[in-house]
């Protein structure tokens, strides 16, 4: 299948690539900046979106591309709103246009965070900062204007070691730094999205053809801080690097986050495709196989 994507630089982008690739898809890679492989596209251009969809002729979009520095958006809503809503839009226009299906990716921070257990599909969104209200209102238009489409909620993403600029590898790069104490949130739960095994559900997701919304997370939940610990524990620094459990108050933000980022894989499961392993299981993986290249602990 001939496969658009944009934000293909992305650390989640790029893994989804070399997926798509593994499974004989032909990819054509955009991004925001042109790099080796991949074609320069400004979302937010419409012309530029139906310029290059018109040419490229693909049988299906991946939409990745997006702001997702969460606090930026808060400074800068009209940046945000351009950017994932009608960045969004002009895809999702030009897939109708040429009746190109879409899989648009977005977000478990489209819920408010106040539920106890793992929030499903079935569940009713409603934003807690501008981040997520501008990518609720991409999902939003994907649903109004297209019939075929697969819309795919990240948990906390991880992933690409040294360009994730997420919460992870903020951890690894602090014991790499030396640290031997680290304050760590408590209060804030989740489920953590590898970017490697993220990718590989989505080529199995979109041959069953069957559209509509879908949450996709590693099996489990936990706080900042059990992940925290975990990664000491994988780096081989349990006894040398203390973590300190605090309350998110600690750390005051320009946008506010939701208590709660749990999601369970409810559309998946039904349709026997939620192969995801457990987060440990994972970020086990992820951190011992990543730390062996170029450590320096």
């Known amino acids: ?12 982008g790029t893994e989804v690539v070399l997926e798509l690739k593994r499974c004989n898809h032909e990819v054509l890679s955009y991004g925001f900046s042109r790099a080796s492989g991949i074609q320069k596209l400004d979302i937010t251009d ?23 520095d969460v606090d930026r958006c808060q400074r800068e809503p009209e940046h945000a709103f351009r950017v994932n809503t009608f960045g969004t839009e002009n895809i999702v226009l030009a ?5 190109i299906p879409l899989l648009y990716i ?28 501008s990518k609720l209102q991409g999902e939003t238009i994907v649903q ?3 019939s075929r489409y697969f819309i795919v909620r990240a948990g906390w993403m991880v992933g690409g070691w040294e360009i ?12 790499k730094e030396g640290k031997t104490e680290l304050r760590v949130v408590s209060d804030k739960f989740g489920s953590p999205s590898f970017t490697k095994d993220f990718a590989k559900i989505l080529p199995r997701l979109i041959e069953t053809k069957r559209y509509g919304i879908y949450h996709l997370a590693n099996k489990g939940t936990a ?14 620094m349990k006894d040398a690097v203390k973590i300190v459990p605090v309350e998110s108050s600690a750390f005051p933000a320009q946008a506010p986050r939701a208590d709660s980022e749990m999601m369970d894989n409810h559309n998946l499961e039904l349709l026997g495709l939620n192969t995801m392993p457990h987060w440990e299981q994972a970020l086990e993986e992820y951190v011992k196989t990543n730390h062996k290249v170029g450590s320096s602990v």
Do not use: W
């Open 164 to 175: 994730d600029k997420k919460f992870v590898y903020k951890i690894v790069s602090q014991i």
């Open 95 to 99: 897939c109708q246009t040429f009746d």
């Open 223 to 236: 706080s900042r801080y059990q992940i925290a610990l975990k990664i000491v524990e994988f780096m081989g």
């Open 1 to 12: 299948m001939r496969i658009f994507v944009t934000g293909a630089s992305g650390m989640l």
């Open 144 to 146: 109004k204007l297209l």
């Open 46 to 68: 419409k012309a530029a979106v139906f310029d290059e969809i018109s040419r490229a002729k693909p049988e299906l979009v991946f939409h990745l591309a997006a702001e997702t």
């Open 106 to 133: 977005s977000t478990a921070g489209v819920f408010y965070g106040d539920k106890k257990n793992p929030y499903t599909e079935l569940d009713t969104p409603n934003p807690k900062n501008i981040y997520s209200e």
